[in-house]
């Protein structure tokens, strides 16, 4: 699994507005995955559920 990759895409993407303008145009999933592989992040769509499920366990 890559969560450290979804973790440093996300960090990067806060910072950096290359990554930003990279992702802006994703409306879905594969979208998203895509768009970050092509940025050079190996984010899986496991990462992304993951991502998810704690954001909606979280409230």
């Keep these: 699994m890559s969560w450290s990759e979804l ?3 996300v960090e990067e993407a806060e910072t950096d507005e290359e990554i ?4 802006r145009h994703c ?4 979208e998203l ?3 970050a592989r ?3 992040f190996r984010v ?3 990462d992304l ?3 998810w499920q704690l954001q909606h ?3």
């Design 27 to 30: 409306r879905s999933s594969p």
């Design 7 to 9: 973790e440093r895409l």
């Design 44 to 46: 899986t769509r496991v």
């Design 20 to 23: 930003r303008r990279g992702l």
């Design 57 to 59: 366990q979280a409230g």
């Design 33 to 35: 995955l895509l768009a």
């Design 38 to 40: 092509r940025l050079g």
């Design 49 to 51: 559920q993951r991502a």
